[in-house]
């Protein structure tokens, strides 16, 4: 699995590092909790025609149509709570600057940044930093027609009664995607993909839906939620006339606008489908979509918009609603062109055994995109890559789409000008330097490699299910694409084709990855926890394995200097080794389903935390003041209109605050009712 239509995503955690000279554009813009609000460009939107411009406004819309349908998923009180903390700080006519109202201002940005009480990332629940029976006094004194209560028979007791005990006890909801060995996973999980079901019940209901003999198997369960009625297991099916219908109906909405002013006729097929999809929630109708959307490669503007990502199910079934409109990037697409060109050559000197290997790389599409909006899953946080569709078969036959969001990772970058990141963490000043130099761009080639071509690579052995290693299978995926970015950004090709400078420059990134999966991303748990996060233990896998196999031959090391502690990478061209060899272990289990060799590789590298380090790493960062977390404002788009109502310009706006979007985001896109 990955990250969107459904397939693989980078994440920002690695961009921690700045090269880029600070412009007169404002990127940061608020900070509080362990979070910080950025902003990104939306260069060259203004030389787009009309119809394009019409287009990305079009599909903008309908990226913001299904947020709340996010917040649902996540739990199912999350849209009272929501509405209820908003009611509170637009209304609230009492003291408004004692320490618990800030605490609980605090406490609401948080809950829009996760789209949730949940952390976006580690996934547990936030703790209130302010007194419950303050929060119940300050609700109580709202007028009732401004609490979200219809739901609760207009009874604003009954609807207190109902979220006080979802915020305020630790024990209820704990954990919005527990991926703890040996427990139920989806009763200990608090997300609203399933109800009154057991981890059991579940593999039953939807192993007997699939055909181990099926070449083109359907994404089951992908766009409904599982639950019992009467006694009886059923799915609730997301569409027009199911389930969050009021929002859907929206996002159809626009997509019929968009449908319009379609670049081309492939596109307007894309986007038809798509509607057909939404009004009929078949699975059969999305694989159709996905296809034609793969193989559109002539438009300018492209989109995501649906029920994509399975992270936030543990068992990597039910997809979570997100949404990203862009525009390829003509310049910057040079080099993606350039990584899928040579698809072919990758793939066959892949240090993976041969069985495994794919004979021919088929529709490989990669390019550089401009991202222009922001929906659901992926906003604010958001990926740098996508790698597109998710489902294996349709990879195989009819190829991939992979992006990397350069406005993005250029936002990420010039944020972090001067942070002081580098001078505490890294070893010394040669790979500060060399970091310094080359880090940007050798950062970016991983990326296009993971997202171009690694969740491409490779194949399944026929019979075995893309399912197949369950709650170990998004960790083992990420690892897949990450290690073929690493193995390949250190071969020689990269500067035969232009993709780097010479050979010095893929050690800028093997540093990073190394110091960032050992050391610095401990930063975003908590003390006394483990890793929860797919993204995360992937990287830990990967550096743990590597430092341990490593060993006899003293390939990478921890030291010390002054107390704290340091990556040292004493050989390189030793370390591009044993990627290889992790690699094509990696690749094996994939491709034959191997689960319990997934679970002790995951298990043993990738989730426990040293407790000594992750304490001295947490407390070095603090020193800081950096924030772990990023995510962005979207800009706003305004039309301009002739007097007869016609559209005849789009302009882009970048000046509201993080609190004046959300804001505004509940107003205009509050689509579905406070409890699903």
């Not at 950025?38 to 787009?48: H, M, Q, T």
């Not at 990597?316 to 990584?339: C, D, M, P």
Request: some cysteine.
């Amino acid at each position: 699995m990955t990250t969107t239509l459904i397939g693989s995503c980078s994440n920002e955690g690695d961009k921690a590092t700045n090269t880029s000279v600070e412009t007169e554009f404002e990127y940061k813009v608020d900070k509080f909790a362990d979070l910080e609000i950025l902003r990104y460009k939306v260069p060259d939107f203004e030389s787009l025609s009309l119809n394009q411009k019409k287009l990305i406004y079009f599909l903008s819309q309908a990226a913001l149509e299904g947020r709340d349908i996010l917040y649902d998923q996540n739990n199912k009180y999350n849209l009272t709570i929501r509405r209820t903390l908003e009611a509170v700080f637009l209304n609230y006519a009492g003291d408004r600057n004692n320490k618990n109202f800030e605490e609980m201002i605090t406490y609401l940005k948080r809950v829009w940044f996760s789209n949730g009480i949940h952390h976006h990332y580690a996934t547990d629940k936030f703790e209130p930093n302010f007194n419950q029976a303050y929060f119940e006094m300050v609700v109580r004194s709202i007028s009732p027609d401004k609490l979200p209560i219809k739901e609760y028979g207009n009874d604003v007791e009954k609807m207190l009664k109902a979220i006080t005990p979802v915020m305020f006890d630790k024990n209820l909801y704990a954990k919005r995607v527990n991926q703890t060995e040996g427990e139920d996973l989806i009763k200990t999980s608090a997300n609203n993909y399933y109800e009154g079901v057991t981890e059991k019940e579940v593999d039953a209901f939807y192993d007997k839906m699939r055909d181990p003999n099926d070449t083109t198997p359907l994404s089951y369960g992908l766009n409904s939620k599982l639950m019992k009625e009467n006694g009886q297991i059923v799915e609730k099916q997301w569409k027009v006339g199911g389930m969050y219908s009021a929002a859907i109906e929206k996002i159809v909405g626009w997509l019929e606008k968009a449908a319009e002013v379609a670049e081309n006729d492939a596109q307007k097929k894309v986007i038809n489908s798509l509607i057909d999809y939404y009004e009929t929630g078949d699975l059969l109708t999305f694989d159709e979509y996905s296809i034609l959307w793969v193989e559109d490669t002539e438009s300018r503007i492209d989109f995501v918009n649906g029920f994509i990502e399975t992270y936030g199910d543990p068992l990597g079934i039910k997809a979570s609603w997100e949404s990203v409109v862009n525009f390829k990037n003509l310049e910057a697409t040079q080099r993606t062109i350039t990584i899928s060109q040579n698809a072919q050559w990758f793939e066959d000197h892949s240090p993976v055994d041969p069985r495994f290997k794919k004979d021919s790389v088929n529709g490989v599409t990669a390019k550089v995109i401009t991202a222009a909006m922001l929906g659901g899953d992926c906003h604010p946080a958001t990926p740098i890559g996508i790698n597109l569709p998710n489902a294996n078969w349709i990879r195989q036959m009819h190829g991939s789409k992979s992006v990397t969001l350069e406005n993005i990772t250029e936002a990420y970058d010039k944020a972090a000008q001067g942070n002081g990141f580098n001078e505490e963490f890294v070893w010394n000043d040669e790979e500060r330097e060399r970091i310094k130099k080359y880090g940007y761009q050798s950062d970016n080639l991983h990326t296009d490699l993971h997202e171009c071509l690694g969740h491409g690579s490779g194949q399944l052995l026929p019979g075995v299910s893309q399912d197949a290693l369950r709650a170990y299978g998004a960790t083992i995926e990420e690892a897949r694409a990450d290690l073929f970015g690493l193995y390949y950004a250190a071969d020689p090709k990269m500067v035969e084709l232009g993709l780097l400078p010479n050979m010095e420059a893929y050690k800028a990134e093997y540093y990073k990855y190394m110091m960032n999966g050992m050391l610095t991303q401990l930063t975003r748990i908590e003390l006394g926890n483990n890793i929860e996060e797919a993204h995360m233990r992937n990287r830990q896998l990967i550096a743990q394995w590597v430092y341990e196999h490593g060993k006899a031959k003293n390939v990478v090391e921890l030291k010390e200097k002054e107390g704290k502690t340091f990556v040292v990478i004493n050989d390189y061209d030793a370390m591009r080794g044993l990627i290889g060899e992790l690699l094509a272990e990696i690749q094996r289990i994939k491709s034959e389903g191997d689960f319990n060799a997934a679970k002790q590789l995951v298990e043993t590298y990738g989730v426990k935390v040293d407790p000594k380090i992750h304490k001295e790493i947490r407390e070095r960062y603090a020193a800081l003041n950096i924030a772990p977390y990023k995510g962005f404002v979207n800009p706003r788009y305004e039309p301009i209109y002739d007097n007869e109502k016609n559209i005849i310009d789009i302009q882009v706006k970048y000046d509201e605050t993080f609190v004046k979007q959300m804001i505004r985001y509940s107003k205009e896109y509050s689509n579905l009712p406070s409890l699903n």
